[in-house]
């Protein structure tokens, strides 16, 4: 049987995946002051033993006011490092999955309660709220608050913001940068038309909108080591007429290449209201095919790919490169190991689990 193209290795610039499935960046609303926790440790840890080629930190805001809630993950001060460097202590005393950050700012979208408490944001002058900003005063939803446009001072201080979280990626010795365009945040609120009504030279034309944006790249690109990769997440629709759609999705993501970003994950929505998804499993992998078909760079395929047989079918095909997994690794933390199984292949695991092979899979784990 020839071994599965899901887990054989990729080369992301100079990082090297032992196989083709990453876990993908969640956010767990469980920081303090944009501080990890020890919830991050756990979290985190039992991600760090899945079999994954790359673990993804969630959302970690490059300021406070970037935060998507008040228990958001920031990586924008000494504190926010300090606690960071300390998680990746531990997943790196018992793991050498390779450890990537995704570095974000919420935009409009920011300021609000955490996903389990309450849907909405919550108004600057009460607790666990602040102004937020965008790149127009257009609010995300009725009810939330209308945002601060950002005028060249706040265009040219996110830029510094996201340069020095790289910076500090950098420190922590991060494997690679996934920079947030994605999702209705601060980047792509820039990119869509519906969010992004500049009559400057950031709003307008595609080229105007996906300049602020490809400065965010250059700045982390210059900050971060040469020899480090860098990707972007984004939402190749707003599934919304009118707004940021698939043609010009694969037309930012060719910008992107060219600016010398080494792999684009495609996922769509989150930037309006009114979007009208028809979720099914794999239902964001044709969105990543045309992506893919224009671009040489690797692409990650993400949404609803929960059966190992569908995973390997996407990358035997060439619909994308890689598999992301989020919530069906909080699932089942070891999807990795069983999609091994199912599949014929082997995966890394710690020697504190390997008596826990089935005996009719003597040679799933690697030795």
């Not at 940068?177 to 999702?183: E, L, M, P, S």
């Not at 684009?264 to 893919?292: C, F, M, N, T, W």
């Not at 059966?307 to 989020?326: F, K, L, Q, R, T």
Request: some cysteine; proline content about 6%.
């Amino acid at each position: 049987m020839s071994k599965p193209k899901l887990f054989t290795p990729l080369r992301i610039r100079n990082l090297e995946l032992e196989n083709r499935i990453v876990i993908a960046p969640m956010c767990q609303y469980s920081a303090e002051e944009g501080c990890m926790t020890d919830w991050h440790t756990l979290h985190l840890g039992q991600l760090a033993q899945s079999g994954a080629g790359l673990l993804t930190i969630e959302a970690a805001a490059v300021s406070p006011e970037g935060r998507i809630t008040y228990a958001d993950v920031g990586l924008y001060d000494d504190k926010t490092e300090e606690a960071m460097a300390g998680v990746l202590k531990t997943l790196r005393k018992w793991s050498n999955i390779p450890v990537g950050i995704q570095l974000a700012h919420a935009g409009r979208k920011a300021s609000t309660y955490k996903l389990w408490d309450k849907h909405g944001q919550i108004p600057p002058d009460q607790q666990g709220g602040w102004q937020t900003l965008a790149p127009s005063a257009v609010p995300y939803s009725e009810g939330y608050t209308l945002p601060t446009a950002l005028d060249s001072n706040g265009l040219a201080e996110i830029r510094s913001q996201f340069a020095q979280a790289a910076k500090r990626a950098a420190r922590l010795g991060i494997d690679l940068i996934q920079i947030h365009a994605a999702h209705g945040y601060l980047l792509h609120q820039f990119l869509s038309p519906l969010s992004n009504q500049r009559t400057d030279n950031y709003g307008g034309s595609l080229e105007n909108r996906a300049r602020f944006p490809l400065e965010i790249v250059d700045a982390v690109r210059e900050a971060f080591p040469a020899d480090k990769a860098i990707s972007v997440r984004i939402s190749a629709t707003d599934w919304v007429e009118g707004g940021f759609n698939l043609e010009e999705a694969v037309e930012f993501s060719k910008m992107l290449e060219a600016r010398g970003v080494d792999a684009i994950h495609v996922s769509s929505g989150g930037l309006h209201p009114d979007q009208q998804i028809e979720v099914y499993p794999g239902y964001q992998v044709p969105l990543a095919r045309a992506v893919k078909a224009a671009v040489k760079i690797p692409v990650v395929a993400v949404g609803l790919i929960t059966d190992p047989e569908h995973a390997e079918s996407i990358v035997a095909s060439g619909d994308a490169d890689i598999i992301g997994i989020a919530r069906g690794a909080l699932y089942n933390p070891r999807w990795p190991w069983h999609a091994a199984a199912e599949l014929g292949a082997q995966v890394h695991a710690p020697d504190q689990y390997l008596r826990c092979q089935p005996h009719t899979l003597k040679n799933l784990f690697k030795s």
